[in-house]
């Protein structure tokens, strides 16, 4: 128990405080908390609100907050659960047809909708193409509303009348956005809104029609959550409900990799704040030894002693954590700045959460790594008062690499960073300075013979370092440490966005071509040929259901909400190939040249499908296709880049296994802006094929590359903040011994001079072996990065070669820099109080 009030003992720690404010480890401390929480929060806020924002993003692209949708219209009953709880409706009918004028055809998408479509976002048009953009509003009867690209395919004007069906429509109005149309690839082509009370006039929907039925609901959560709940059990086998987190895929994983390599520089900068945090309390703790050892003897317990200077470094890390929270929250309003492009209107705010995650982020790793440090002050023996040699127990190992890991793991869990990024990054890094420092202390021990041919300076330089050959590998790691995660950032912002760039390369396909006919196909191919320059090659496609697995109905391996359930209530795209198409990877099995022939003809499965609906090699899947039934034996898995854009499939058979079925063709291309008249003629040419542009999509990816870049760039002066803490900690760590040792030199006629060419060769050398290790260490981690956790090709960096030389003069001028104080101490005033 404490016998001083603890009150007594904060206004004291307090006091003692404001009196040290002007010691140089508690700037270090405070300023390597203020970065590591400035860091942390800010990335919090931005994780929470682009999460926010995504939410949003999501339901505009659902024009809805709730979506029913299916093959065949909701049941009246389903309509009026709806109703009955007081959610707003819509109604949305999406079918493909030609649109016919007597200047020709054109397949295109037609949407009928009711007039209180969008729930949510907004329908945008203008009076006519490259028009001024309005707000709101839809077609009325016997109105269409098309895009600017139908115009010019069929040379029409607005004013004029199309065809749909046997309904003629007035154009009014170019559509230039819909809210709820952004991803889907099937809904690309030329866009028709039509208003839904003159779809039945149309007469095209008729019973066995290809048409999506969409019931669209708005309204507060609660209200929702019970509609769901009430039409779950009455939903049939082709309808589905989507809400805000079925989002849309390609722009949510750009925007998800943006977070992780955001998070990936937060935790650089937290680790380096961190040592930075464990070299200043160290410091702290041995210069208040004395001051220990005085207060033992005038009463106050271990117990006592050890509060109060745990309060003074609570009441510091509180100041440096709600001023870096304060800091990470107009941090991340920047970060938000440079990405202002991505993000809908009226993000929200993010709330509290994230400043408070922070505080306990700095709070966290102050006991962390400042705890160990600290235990020592209890044990100070108050002996100490007459022999200034006595020493406090030091701390079990086992006490300080456990607090700092248990630290570690905390902040790892509060970034929630991906474990294989995180162990590529720490066990990397760890297995690195284990090496690396076990070769510089060996490195430092075969120096020894080169100080007799040494010049002065280099003797005393070089001597500084032999002398403590521990502590000199220890700063030498943490000057490393510093390098490295320099260069892991440089990587990062460079290499690594550009090679996720290069996986978007200038030419990247931005048409689809889907309905080839067998009959046009040699033909499509030439003229294809003469358009694109490296257009992808033409793959046989055929709708099939995925129904059994090994006999038993696939319903029964399907899990809520899993990938292996939206694949299996639709129609897949079944396809074959001779060869493995471009952008797969075998993870198991064989392909069929290498297969053993049976029964069955082969199939290979996706990956990621295959793991959802438990498929595993030699597994018999059986499919109905046009009304027959297929079976096919599983032979291999494979990993399918689906951001490729090129023609991606779940299902890939043996050639021969499909062929005997009515099939189309399809596959991807490169146009080069400006290239519509070409587009108007291929279409003309062949009038049965439906031509996807997804060039709006790849921009907004490129958008999304670009500013992602200029993110990393922002979060990296976090790290170089961190990274320069903790070199001025470990200056700072020494500096005392380094005041002593200069003043006895200067007793003994040691010029100023010498004594700063002796700094100079000492952080030199430090420098060259932390750029040496930083350089090691980077390219093992990286090799680790690329190889597991991100899973792109690794070859070595030249350029890490400059490290040493960067190294030498970074530490040999703030070495100089920061121990001035060695130099400008009276060499009388410390030997008399040494």
């Not at 206004?11 to 908390?33: I, K, M, N, P, Y």
């Not at 062949?686 to 999509?697: D, K, S, Y």
Request: contains cysteine.
């Amino acid at each position: 128990m404490l016998r001083t009030p603890l009150s007594r003992l904060l206004a004291l720690a307090l006091r003692q405080l404001l009196r040290d404010t002007r010691s140089g480890e508690l700037r270090v401390l405070f300023f390597a908390l203020l970065i590591a929480v400035a860091s942390s929060t800010a990335i919090g806020f931005f994780s929470a609100r682009l999460n926010g924002a995504m939410l949003l993003r999501a339901t505009e692209f659902l024009g809805a907050d709730l979506l029913l949708s299916g093959s065949s219209p909701a049941s009246a009953q389903q309509i009026e659960q709806g109703k009955q709880l007081g959610l707003q409706h819509a109604q949305a009918v999406e079918f493909s047809s030609v649109v016919a004028t007597d200047q020709g055809i054109q397949l295109s998408s037609v949407k009928a909708a009711s007039a209180s479509y969008p729930l949510r976002g907004e329908l945008k048009s203008a009076a006519a193409p490259y028009q001024p953009e309005q707000v709101g509003g839809g077609p009325g009867r016997g109105e269409a509303w098309v895009e600017a690209r139908l115009l010019t395919a069929l040379d029409l004007k607005i004013g004029q009348q199309i065809e749909i069906g046997s309904l003629p429509l007035r154009l009014a109005r170019v559509l230039t956005y819909e809210p709820d149309r952004a991803g889907d690839f099937y809904s690309l082509t030329p866009r028709v809104l039509m208003n839904l009370d003159d779809l039945a006039a149309t007469g095209i929907v008729q019973p066995g029609s290809r048409v999506r039925y969409r019931e669209l609901w708005r309204g507060d959560d609660a209200a929702l959550q019970q509609y769901r709940q009430a039409v779950e059990p009455t939903l049939a086998a082709h309808q589905e409900l989507q809400d805000a987190r079925s989002g849309n895929r390609q722009i949510g994983g750009a925007l998800g990799k943006a977070e992780r390599y955001l998070n990936l520089a937060s935790l650089a900068a937290v680790l380096l704040a961190g040592v930075a945090v464990a070299l200043s309390a160290a410091r702290f703790a041995a210069r208040r030894f004395d001051a220990s050892a005085l207060l033992r003897c005038l009463g106050l317990s271990r117990r006592e002693a050890l509060t109060l200077f745990a309060l003074q470094l609570a009441l510091l890390g509180l100041l440096a954590s709600v001023l870096g929270a304060l800091l990470g929250w107009v941090g991340q309003l920047v970060l938000f700045k440079l990405l202002h492009g991505l993000m809908p209107a009226g993000v929200p705010p993010g709330g509290v959460l994230p400043a408070l995650a922070g505080i306990a982020t700095g709070l966290v790793a102050l006991a962390g790594f400042a705890l160990p440090p600290l235990a020592a002050l209890g044990r100070v023996p108050p002996l100490r008062v007459l022999r200034r040699d006595l020493l406090p127990v030091p701390p079990s190992s086992w006490l300080v690499y456990g607090a700092a890991l248990l630290a570690l793991g905390l902040i790892m869990w509060r970034l929630s960073l991906d474990l294989k990024l995180t162990l590529a990054l720490l066990g990397g890094g760890l297995l690195a300075a284990v090496i690396l420092g076990g070769l510089l202390v060996a490195g430092l021990h075969s120096l020894r013979r080169l100080l007799a041919r040494a010049s002065l300076p280099w003797r005393l330089g070089l001597g500084q370092l032999l002398r403590y050959p521990l502590a000199a590998a220890g700063q030498s790691l943490a000057f490393g440490l510093i390098l490295l995660s320099m260069a892991l950032i440089a990587l990062l912002r460079g290499e690594l966005l550009d090679t996720w760039q290069n996986q978007l390369p200038p030419e990247s396909p931005n048409h689809f071509a889907l309905n080839v006919l067998p009959a046009d196909k040699d033909a499509f191919v030439a003229q294809l040929a003469k358009l694109s320059p490296n257009p992808a090659p033409l793959y046989p496609a055929v709708a099939g259901r995925l129904t059994e697995i090994d006999g038993k109905p696939v319903t029964q391996r399907v899990s809520k909400d899993s990938e292996g359930e939206r694949a299996t209530q639709r129609d897949l795209t079944l396809t074959w190939a001779e060869h493995l198409p471009t952008g797969n990877e075998i993870l198991a099995g064989r392909w069929w040249q290498e297969a053993i022939a049976g029964d069955l003809p082969d199939v290979s499965v996706e990956s990621r499908l295959a793991e959802s609906l438990q498929i595993e090699l030699g597994d018999v899947l059986t499919f109905s296709v046009g009304g027959m039934q297929r079976q096919a034996r599983v032979s291999s898995l494979r990993k399918v880049d689906w951001d490729s854009f090129q023609p991606n499939f779940y299902m890939v058979f043996q050639p021969g296994t499909l062929q005997d079925l009515p099939t189309t063709y399809l596959t991807s291309f490169y146009l080069p802006p400006h290239s519509e008249r070409q587009l108007v003629e291929l279409s003309r040419a062949f009038p049965a094929v439906t031509l996807l542009q997804v060039e709006a999509l790849l921009d907004q990816l490129r958008s999304i590359l670009a500013q992602v870049t200029l993110a990393v760039e922002y979060v990296l002066l976090f790290v170089l903040a961190a990274g320069l803490t903790v070199l001025f900690a470990g200056l700072q760590a020494t500096l005392d011994e380094r005041i002593r040792q200069g003043a006895l030199l200067r007793a003994l006629g040691a010029e100023r001079r010498l004594l700063i060419a002796a700094r100079r060769t000492e952080f030199a050398l430090l420098g060259v072996a932390s750029g040496l290790l930083a350089a090691l260490g980077c390219e093992l981690v990286s090799f680790l990065l690329y190889r597991f956790a991100l899973d792109l090709p690794w070859q070595p960096h030249p350029w890490l070669l400059l490290l040493p030389v960067l190294g030498a003069l970074l530490i040999a001028s703030a070495g100089v820099l920061g121990t001035r104080r060695a130099l400008n101490s009276s060499p009388l005033t410390v030997l008399r109080e040494s």
